[in-house]
């Protein structure tokens, strides 16, 4: 009689099912998932928390307030049709490319005079823009 036990063997777990059902769950969330942007932030944009830089003396500084009314150092531009704007520009520029370009916007000004300055410039291919702020209030 033999009384010493059988040798078992160790028993195994199979991966592959359990990463077949991780995998799984883990492409129905991917699918499922929705990404939502949620718009009800405020954004002040004339803000800024970067530090004030020299400015250049050969900038042409283009303003516009909150009505809309574009300003090329301290001249009005007749109108703010995107035709005006660019021969105001090609002539504070003297035809070069090259001059850099600063928009200075009210904080309430509507979107689309800032974007028209922008296509505008972008037309002439104005290259060196940028668009002033002040610093935010810590």
Known sequence: MNLKPKQQEEPDINLAPLLDVVF???IFFMVSTTFKRDTTLKVDLPESSSKPV???T???ELTINKEGQYYIGNRKIINSEISTLKRAL???AKGSDKTP???RADAMTPHQYVVRALDAARQLGILNLSIATVQAKE
């Open 24 to 26: 799984l769950l883990l």
């Open 101 to 103: 370009l600063v928009i």
């Open 54 to 56: 020299a400015a250049k």
């Open 58 to 60: 050969d900038v042409i």
């Open 90 to 92: 090609t002539q504070e």
